[in-house]
């Protein structure tokens, strides 16, 4: 694996490499590190349709609005480095915030078509915008043919496609399916910041999602919804921050049960920790 901090000797090996492999596909996997499971999973997808994979690792502060959190995140780059190069990753790149973001740079706002502004944009202003900053200069800067996300942060997916549309930005995005831990907590890097008993305990989250799919066509979303609140609220420190039936592309709430393409996005506080789960109800 090959390691680069600046655009320019980066873009140098992109150019050299389109020369040398026969038009196969270049995969890129933006990272903010502290890699699990589901960072490798979009890491292999790439490298299953791709003939050259570069991860990213970069904590981006235009996407923090609290600098406690920016100063909190976990950056073990020593170890995120051993997983990449186990994984068979061909180039990371390493920037500094003085390389993505110049002294000259200047924040855009994109048309996001307000799906920046609900669910968790509604409680963390500007976070969407400071992802679509980091994630156009990337983007229109490497070229990738396929870029790589996964699907535990749905929103921020469907923010992404949004944002490749009204940048006329060439690269497909994949969604990469949820990896879950062995209790079914979806794979975050904010699973390490909850004790050993409540990582074990947070399996409920899925549960709620469960008996919300079991239950939302048969009794109604609103009581499905009052049958999950009372589940989490049976776990001693959980709060349910969200829990919205959504229509998969537009985001927009759903209140119809018959309605097809559902999206069910939960959001819980436990132990101090924000936790995203979400589940594709379409028939």
């Not at 000797?9 to 903010?32: D, I, Q, R, S, W």
Request: charge should be negative; proline fraction near 3%; include cysteine.
């Amino acid at each position: 694996m090959v390691i680069f901090r600046q655009f320019e000797t980066l873009l140098k090996h992109l150019c050299y490499l389109k020369k040398t492999t026969n038009g196969l596909g270049f995969g890129f996997v933006p990272t903010m590190g502290a890699l699990h499971e589901g960072h490798l999973s979009l890491i292999r997808a790439s490298r299953r349709e791709c003939g050259v994979t570069i991860c990213s690792i970069f904590v981006n502060p235009a996407q923090f609005g609290d600098s406690n959190d920016l100063e909190e995140y976990p950056k073990p780059i020593e170890q995120d480095i051993e997983l990449l190069v186990k994984n068979a990753c061909d180039i990371l790149f390493l920037p500094s915030v003085e390389e993505v973001y110049p002294v000259d740079y200047v924040n855009q706002c994109y048309d996001l078509n307000g799906l920046d502004l609900r669910f968790e944009g509604k409680s963390r202003p500007g976070h969407f915008q400071g992802v679509c900053n980091v994630i156009y200069r990337f983007l229109s800067l490497i070229k990738p043919d396929f870029a790589y996300f996964g699907q535990k942060d749905y929103q921020q997916t469907v923010v992404i496609k949004r944002l490749t549309e009204v940048a006329q930005l060439n690269t497909i995005i994949r969604v990469v399916p949820i990896v879950r831990e062995s209790n079914g907590l979806a794979m975050s890097s904010r699973n390490v910041r909850l004790s050993a008993s409540g990582r074990n305990k947070a399996s409920f989250i899925l549960e709620g999602l469960e008996i919300l799919q079991k239950n939302f066509r048969v009794q109604g979303i609103s009581k499905a919804i009052d049958l999950v609140s009372w589940h989490i609220a049976s776990f001693e420190g959980a709060e349910l921050d969200y829990l919205i039936l959504a229509d998969s592309t537009s985001l927009k709430e759903i209140r119809d049960e018959e309605h097809t393409d559902l999206v069910a996005l939960i959001a819980v506080n436990y132990e101090g920790v924000h936790l995203l789960d979400n589940m594709i109800l379409s028939q």
